[in-house]
């Protein structure tokens, strides 16, 4: 069995925009930009075997789409929903964990965490409700939306070095939703023993109550973007469709033990042609796990 000291994991986290049938002024329907993702995250992962790929505001329709996209077919994911379910067919490069928000199902925005079964065993998997009633769909506090968080344990095939990823996005509308739901992420990986990350759209800036608490001094956790050995491209996330809001809010954070950070992006939402793939730009960050 070949063993490594360490493990190089890429981590890229990006809030696609659900696919409205009522786009705003500058946003292309999403049969228009769906390839500009899938291209952006084959580009960004071709050659990173470890990388995971973590999404907000995906729509069913959309996720099959994506599946589609990185797996080259036109197969849709298997439906299915048990605890140590990998919803993909045998030949399928990517797979994908998690569920709508709405019902538990397809219903409603997910936040997957996408994944090559290859490169990593997936060992047992759930969906947390930000709300006092965790265990199933419902809204919490102050919040406009139902909001999730999608959690999966991995044990990398080669190495067998094991970890634990966390996908979320936060409520745009409820303050109080998102310091509960901070607390929740807390409550999650505080009794963890093995490296984890958390990655997602937060609706919370850096001086935002739910940031200071996740990357605060008592918490297990740590925002990659101040702790990086190299910084590329932009420093805002959230540009909107004409730049009118520009606001960091997404973020890739780690274990304070477990990895060494070596590199931070954050990646163009528009080229020339002018069309914008999301509201959000991708973050993505290089990481070594070390335990």
Not at 4 to 12: D, M, S
Not at 28 to 44: A, C, G, H
Not at 125 to 134: A, D, E, G, H, R
Request: charged content about 25%; aromatic content about 8%; glycine content about 8%.
């Amino acid at each position: 069995m070949r063993a490594h000291a360490t493990l190089p994991v890429r981590i890229l986290t990006h809030n696609i925009r659900y696919a409205t049938k009522s786009p705003f002024k500058g946003e292309k329907p999403w049969p228009e930009r769906k390839r500009l993702i899938v291209n952006e995250l084959k580009y960004n992962t071709a050659h990173n075997p470890e990388a995971f790929i973590c999404l907000q505001e995906v729509l069913h329709e959309q996720l099959i789409d994506i599946l589609s996209g990185l797996n080259g077919n036109t197969t849709s994911p298997s439906n299915s929903r048990t605890e140590q379910c990998e919803h993909r067919t045998a030949k399928d490069e990517w797979a994908y964990i998690g569920v709508g928000r709405d019902d538990g199902h397809q219903a409603g925005e997910y936040s997957p965490i996408i994944y090559r079964p290859s490169i990593w065993e997936l060992e047992s998997w759930n969906t947390v409700w930000m709300s006092p009633t965790p265990d199933r769909p419902g809204k919490g506090w102050d919040a406009g939306s139902i909001r999730i968080v999608t959690i999966g344990h991995f044990t990398h095939r080669a190495s067998k070095k094991r970890v634990v990823g966390l996908c979320t996005h936060f409520d745009e509308q409820g303050k109080v939703s998102r310091r509960e739901s901070a607390k929740i992420v807390q409550g999650i990986v505080r009794d963890v023993e093995r490296a984890v990350w958390l990655a997602g759209d937060l609706n919370s800036e850096m001086d935002g109550e739910a940031y200071r608490n996740l990357n605060g001094e008592e918490s297990k956790l740590i925002d990659t973007k101040g702790e990086a050995q190299w910084r590329y491209g932009n420093e805002i996330t959230c540009t909107g469709f004409q730049q009118e809001e520009m606001t960091i809010i997404d973020y890739v954070f780690v274990s304070k033990k477990g990895w060494a950070l070596e590199g931070f992006s954050v990646l163009p939402n528009q080229f020339e042609d002018g069309v914008y793939s999301s509201d959000h730009r991708a973050v993505v960050v290089d990481a070594v796990l070390d335990i």
